[in-house]
């Protein structure tokens, strides 16, 4: 995953050096010599993180930072501050000041990598959900949710996976000024199963785990249905920078270098408690403003009021940021045939096949809605032409590879799709656009024999479509 990375220092060696090292890595660098300019930098080109040195001239880190977290712009751009104090007392000042990391110089690069990635993966699901809410919240014209700031963090059920009991221990010492839970274990089968059944705020886990392998264990809380949405927090070993890297690849939340320090630890757990509430807001707000009116009842997907408006602020998001965003219209072939020769109810079973495999094929942040008729559409945010194609193929393959026994009917039906892809295109594209050369695609792989996937090309008006 690339990304677009604000870099601020006011020393031009330092600029120089991490905008090497960062470009060498494949991230679009953007770089400001002072906080003021980061600032206005980071509202003209919204970077997906910001990088920010501590000591600098007139505006320092902190009160960098700070702004950043007070504009609404801003507020949800991933900082992490870089800098040569090691101490805890200055670590503690980054995180209360809204920092989401504090690396201490000269950074590992490994590590360094690692939490870029990290924080701008968490980044992109977290954005997607925001712009679901703000698309809903317009459509059913009710009030937006708060920002995570206005979160309670206190009270929080944590659930602990780590056998030892001296570090057990010291941590549920360490968080009870917040009058949190904590529930432990050792064994992960059974810490799954707990957590399966939902009410936590936070999974920690040790990564030096004696009996099992801590890297597997975030590795299944993050494939587990039920969990993925859940936070981890890694503890770590000092300098295990290889430890680190793997887990936050496998996407840990956020980690704590052993020995726990007790402030560091509170920061750290308030930070992603407050957020986990937040979202765990956002989701729920979604659901209740998500109504009938913006949603299909054949198939429980957005509808097409819905993924219009939806697809309007996708495509002003990939402008500002420079990103890329795909479009599939998928379309059921010879769904005519199918309807004439089962009937409706055949029909209706086969649309819903298809949504649930379309749904089930995507990524938790891709769009998924029924356009009209027998027409779905796929709107892919952060994903270019190629990675499009796979997506395409992989669906069309999945759809075709079983007939679909539908109730009343002794022989199964037989089901294929077409489907056209567009990309876009750079500022000045459009999401009329898009879905015009979208359709022109499904025309022609409409013309070339069906159950096949087709890009732009001229095609004839979508009246005149084959069904």
Known sequence: MTARVLVVDDLPANLKLLEARLTAEYFDVVTAADGATALARAVEVSPDIILLD???PGMDGFECCRLLRADPRTRHIPVVMLTALSGTEDRLRGLDAGADDFLSKPVNDLALNARIRSLVRLKTLADEWRLRQTTSMELAEEIGVESETAERCAGARLFLIGDNPLLTERLVRGLSPDRHTVVCSEDIDAALVAMDRGGFDLAVVDLQLRAADGLR??????????????????????GDHERLARALDLGVNDYLELPLERNELLARVRTQVRRHRYQQRLRASLQQSVAASITDSLTGLHNRRYLARHLDALVVSAARGDKPLSLLVIDIDRFKSINDGFGHAAGDAIIRFVASRLQQNVRNFDSVGRWGGDEFLIAMPEAGPDVAMLVAERLRRTIAALPVAVSGHDVDIPVTVSIGMSAFQGPGDSADAMLRRADEGLYAAKRAGRDRIGSSAPAAPSSARAS
């Not at 264990?217 to 000092?238: F, K, M």
Request: charged share 15%; glycine share 4%; net charge positive.
């Open 54 to 56: 501590v000591m600098m």
């Open 217 to 238: 264990c975030c590795a299944r809380i993050r494939g587990q249905p039920s969990t993925r949405n859940l936070p981890v927090l890694a503890l770590v070993d000092q």
